[in-house]
């Protein structure tokens, strides 16, 4: 039996050796530096992020997210999840206020990603292209062979 989706938003994974480590500024947490955290994946509803310390479900929380192909800038968040995993703990964090814009490139880096996936699945031999949104991301070895998509 097939699992309906039930998230609004398509997520895709953040490669681990590309993302740089993010500062969760939390409002219920005494670490007013930031909490760091590891970015696990990302959509235009949210993200899940590895943390080491323990985070109070329901706080409030402000974050600045740079990788390669996308900016966001003191996005606002909440934290809808809290599972401990082994001495780390995957925290959900839900937006509250995100641009447009942003949403929008967010979808068209999930959606070129999915694309990208079932191409691959199928067998296609060129799939990947500079223009995909996902492009700075990737980590198919087929990457290192693409040719010039033309439109």
Known sequence: MIKKERRKHSRFPIISDLVEPIMLKVSSCEIKEGVPGIMMDLSAGGLVVITFIPLQEGS????????????IENAEGKIVRVEEKTGTY?????????????KEKINQM????????????NGEKNICFKECSYYL??????????????K
């Open 110 to 121: 999930a959606k070129d990603f999915h694309h990208c996936k079932m191409r691959h699945l």
């Open 137 to 150: 991301l990737c980590s198919q070895s087929i990457k290192g062979h693409m040719k010039k998509h033309k």
């Open 90 to 102: 995957v925290v959900g964090i839900g937006f509250l206020k995100l641009s447009k814009a942003v």
């Open 60 to 71: 409030l929380l402000k974050l600045t997210i740079n990788f390669p192909g996308l900016k």
